[in-house]
């Protein structure tokens, strides 16, 4: 069982950066491969990126590559999402999910997710 806490959503301006961090409870979190996803106003919940449970492999999301970067710390049971030069469509609210293979994460079907949190870009 794994119980995840995203923090670190906000209102920035456009062009201006977050990080978005990701808290794992357990003491399995360093065999989860996680994600991160967002699901804008109106719209579809959609995959952002990956990151497998060493962190040697990492996926993107078309829309975000360049921009966000994805990392984690297995000492701290956390993921991170470091989101720069943001744009207004980025607004969403950003979940972080955890599961037994990235491909399943990337997928949308992971095991765990978290509650979500809100950011803001006004243009």
């Known amino acids: 069982q794994v119980q995840l806490v995203e923090s670190g959503g906000g209102l920035v301006q456009a062009g201006g950066s977050l990080r978005l961090s990701c808290a794992a409870s357990?003491?399995?979190?360093?065999?989860?491969?996680m994600g991160w996803f967002r699901q804008g106003p109106g719209k579809e919940r959609e995959f952002v990126a990956a990151?497998?449970?060493?962190?040697?492999?990492?996926r993107y999301a078309d829309s975000v590559k360049g921009r966000f970067t994805i990392s984690r710390d297995n000492a701290r049971n956390t993921m991170y999402l470091q989101m720069n030069t943001l744009k207004p469509e980025d607004t969403a609210v950003y979940y972080c999910?955890?599961?037994?293979?990235?491909?399943?994460?990337?997928?949308?079907?992971?095991?765990?997710w978290g509650v979500g949190t809100q950011v803001t870009v006004s243009s």
């Open positions: 990151i497998s449970w060493s962190g040697a492999v990492t």
């Open positions: 357990g003491r399995t979190f360093s065999s989860y491969d």
């Open positions: 999910a955890a599961g037994t293979d990235i491909r399943t994460v990337v997928g949308g079907s992971s095991n765990y």
